[in-house]
């Protein structure tokens, strides 16, 4: 599995074998060796006007940090990137690198994109089997910086503010940091060790967290305002519903709760952990994106057979493809261009009554509309139906903030830098853009912590 | 780490908790949850915040299953691994004239936050409180205290009226103005009291328990039908206009992990047992 590459081929990273890692929820890819990792970072062309960085949005260095790979100086490769990404482990496994750094890699084009995600990945976990060296910060501001949410916007705002001297506070209401790293990105592909390993390190640097601090209640809004700045990233935690009959019923799920109960509670482990989850044989997820694929892939571990049920046609899946074949791998079924219009069962779910789709005109984004086939109802027998069908920010703070401007899906509107309609106030992150990916949320913080930042330097000059 | 300050037992099955939580002491409204984890292994449960004191928020539960039981072990001392909160919307306090808060069981535990914050208003304020028997009767002196009157009443008899607090809260209302209602206790309880205020058209509202994660609305897991919408009882509740809720879906819907809690609430007590006779206590 580990053979040598040879000199300009693209290496694969290992995975396990899908019979073997369906009954565990240990990681799937096993990382490059160290000579993988050299063979690959020889591949790239150290170009003097580097694509790949443009498609990074929190802009690592990525020639300089895979020369030194190249050189075998994996902890110099290290400090390179956490200049930039103080979450370097986190991002080399859940980037979507196919449309960040890699789509633009200029290798793209003739061969393969060098495999920078993997490389950044090796280098984070050489770093952390050694011992995280924690980044330097500057000399204290006196300003005070108030960060909602230590989700990858949070955490990369803290980290930013917190290297540029100032007193950073984080608020997160649950019960432990990391937002969608914890609760939602199963540990089979991001286990969280590696996730609590990289939180650490803000805490090194005098990052405080409050847990358990739910803001716009534990901490109210006045409160937040008190000081020099304040950072939102909330993300977009609120589970949409389908809103068709059944959904009431015991064993349906949104797909946060069932995800929640199995990554943050370990519901997989009761009663040794105390959350329960249903033991389902059967199990529906509806929906066709990243989340619908965890949830699907979480089930086939606690031992159901499952059935995802899209709307759209395989290529119109919105996941990315390399989790699509994996599920597939992993047993998960398909059931494509068909849509839920009840679900089944008096107390209990007993079972999904679909109608197939038909493909018709383009919508907006140019994808094809789908439109329920009349007559066409079937039914899938299920003990337990999971929605992944979208979610959107969180309401609960942002109606408490006075002044601040939001949108129709209640996404908090700032501009270019992260700037709300409040002064002092910015946002990034899923709270801003909905649902999106980790890096497009640690990019837009990283923008939004340096705007911070220039304020408060300019506030203090003015003093 | 939230330490525990005070603990005791205040009636059969029913304990109190004095936890150190400034954040959630401090913020703290009638009508409000916390949540809380006693430890790494631990569930996240919601329970109301029954009094506050500085720092100190108090909580009071029923032991009913395996979290519960071990909350009723922890002593002066001890920590609570989480204590989130204040959670969920405060009760809506008005200047509404009579008001009467009804509590059984466990839900009384609601009733004294409630009550004082009505007569802090300035409505006049009647309480009734109702439990199985005298043993399960808690915070009498309390709510005698926060209330211009106090109603007491027992399925048995064994200690003030014969009867269920919705007998007492029809007599109540036959014989005055009564312009709102807030009745808190086991869903069932629930359902049959805000009957008797429905043919009056008298505002009623109801502190709905259904099963919780977060707390937040991240997950939906509490989702009720209230006047046949869907509503997330941790953030647009837990009050609700009682003749609006669907208690039977609330019922069912408390019943998705039946067999897993009892199966959970026995090794519990197994490995208490194992422990050496209340080795959990002692
Ligand atoms: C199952 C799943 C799989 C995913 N897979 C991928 C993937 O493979 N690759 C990828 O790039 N993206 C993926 N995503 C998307 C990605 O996780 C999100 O885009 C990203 O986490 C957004 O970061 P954020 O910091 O904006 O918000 P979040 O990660 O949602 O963090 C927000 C945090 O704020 C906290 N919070 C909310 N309100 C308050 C409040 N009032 N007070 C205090 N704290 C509060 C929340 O508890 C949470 O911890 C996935 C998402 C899900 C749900
Ligand atoms: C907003 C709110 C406030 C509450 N306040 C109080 C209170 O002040 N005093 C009190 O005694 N009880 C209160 N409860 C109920 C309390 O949360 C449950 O009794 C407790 O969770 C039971 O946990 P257990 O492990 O001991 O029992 P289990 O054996 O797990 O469950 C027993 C029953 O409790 C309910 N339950 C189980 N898990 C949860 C959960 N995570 N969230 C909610 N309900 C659950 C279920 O209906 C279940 O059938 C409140 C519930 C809510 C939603
Ligand atoms: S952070 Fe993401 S986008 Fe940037 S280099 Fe790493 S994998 Fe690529
Ligand atoms: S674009 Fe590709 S080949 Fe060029 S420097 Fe970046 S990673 Fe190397
Ligand atoms: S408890 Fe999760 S949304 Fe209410």
């Known amino acids: 599995m580990s053979a040598r590459a040879g000199a300009g081929k693209a290496v694969t990273m290992g995975e396990r074998p899908a019979r073997e890692r369906v009954r565990d929820f240990s990681e799937v890819d096993c990382g490059l060796s160290a000579e993988e990792a050299v063979a690959e970072a020889e591949r790239c062309l150290q170009c003097k006007k580097p694509s790949c960085i443009k498609g990074c949005p929190v802009e690592i260095d990525i020639p300089l940090f895979i020369a030194r790979i190249a050189e075998r100086d994996f902890l110099g490769a290290a400090r390179i990137i956490k200049e930039a990404n103080l979450l370097p482990a986190v991002c080399g496994r859940v980037c979507p690198q196919e449309v960040q750094c890699e789509g633009a890699c200029i290798l793209g084009g003739k061969e393969r994109p060098v495999r920078i995600g993997d490389l950044e990945r090796f280098v984070a976990d050489r770093e952390r089997e050694q011992g995280l060296v924690i980044p330097p910060v500057a000399e204290p501001t006196g300003k005070r910086v108030a960060v909602v949410g230590s989700g990858p916007a949070g955490l990369t705002a803290a980290a930013e503010l917190a290297r540029a001297g100032h007193n950073v506070t984080v608020f997160e209401s649950l019960h432990e940091p990391g937002g969608v790293l914890m609760y939602g990105i199963p540990s089979f592909r991001l286990p969280k060790d590696v996730v609590q390993a990289e939180i650490d390190q803000l805490r090194g640097m005098g990052v405080e967290i409050l847990t358990n601090h739910l803001a716009g209640a534990s901490i109210p809004v006045a409160d937040l305002h008190a000081y020099d700045a304040v950072f939102i990233g909330t993300g977009a935690g609120l589970p949409f519903f389908m809103n068709i009959p059944g959904e009431q019923l015991n064993g349906v799920y949104s797909a946060n709760e069932f995800l929640t109960r199995v990554n943050l509670m370990h519901a997989d482990r009761f009663p040794e952990y105390d959350t329960p989850v249903r033991h389902a044989g059967r199990v529906v997820v509806v929906g066709g994106g990243n989340v619908a694929m965890d949830a699907a892939r979480v089930a086939r571990r606690l031992g159901a057979r499952v059935t995802l049920v899209y709307r759209r046609r395989e290529e119109d899946l919105p996941a990315r493809r390399a989790e699509v074949i994996r599920a597939q791998q992993e047993g998960v079924e398909f059931e494509l261009c068909a849509n839920p219009v009840r679900i089944l069962g008096s107390h209990f779910v007993t079972g999904v009554e679909c109608v197939r789709m038909e493909m018709c005109s383009l919508d907006d984004s140019g994808r094809p509309e789908p439109s329920p086939l009349k007559g066409s109802n079937f039914t899938i027998d299920a003990d337990m139906v999971i929605q992944a069908i979208g979610q959107g920010p969180n309401p609960l703070l942002i109606r408490k903030i006075e002044g601040i401007t939001y949108g129709r899906k209640g996404n908090i509107l700032v501009d270019e830098e992260g700037r709300s309609s409040l002064e002092k106030v910015f946002a990034a992150g899923d709270v801003a853009t909905g649902a999106a990916t980790v890096i497009l949320a640690m990019g837009g913080a990283k923008k939004a912590a340096r705007a911070i930042d220039r304020m408060l330097r300019e506030d203090q000059r003015d003093h | ?282």
């Open chain 2, 1 to 282: 780490m939230y330490r525990v300050i005070e603990a005791g037992q205040l009636a059969d099955r029913i304990f109190q908790i004095w936890v150190e939580a400034p954040h959630v002491a401090r913020h703290a409204l009638a009508g409000q949850f916390l949540v809380i984890r006693i430890d790494e292994h631990g569930e996240r449960i919601p329970l109301t915040v029954s009094a506050v004191s500085g720092d100190l928020v108090r909580i009071i539960f029923m032991a009913v299953g395996k979290t519960t039981h071990q909350l009723s072990t922890l002593k002066a001392g001890d920590f609570i691994r989480d204590v989130a909160g204040p959670l969920g919307r405060p009760s809506e306090i008005g200047m509404f004239g009579t008001c009467v808060v009804v509590g059984g069981g466990a839900g009384i535990a609601s009733c004294p936050i409630i009550a004082r914050a009505a007569r802090a208003a300035g409505n006049h304020v009647i309480g009734i409180i109702g439990a199985r028997n005298a043993g399960f009767l808690i915070l009498e002196d309390e709510m005698r205290e926060a209330c211009d009157d106090l109603f007491v009443a027992t399925d048995d008899g064994s200690r003030g009226f014969h009867g269920f607090a919705a007998d007492v809260l029809k007599e109540v209302i036959e014989g005055r103005k009564v312009d709102c209602v807030w009745i808190i206790g086991p869903a069932i309880m629930m359902k049959v009291t805000s009957e008797v205020t429905r043919p009056k058209g008298i505002r009623t509202f109801v502190s709905l328990n259904p099963i919780m994660v977060d707390g937040t609305g991240m997950c939906g897991s509490c989702r009720v039908q209230v006047g046949g919408e869907t509503k997330f009882a941790c953030v647009d509740g837990p009050e609700f206009n009682a003749h609006e809720v669907d208690f039977d879906l609330l019922m069912q819907r408390q019943r998705t992990y039946f067999d897993e809690e009892k199966a959970s609430l026995e090794r519990y007590h197994e490995r208490a047992c194992r422990c050496g006779e209340g080795g959990h206590h002692g």
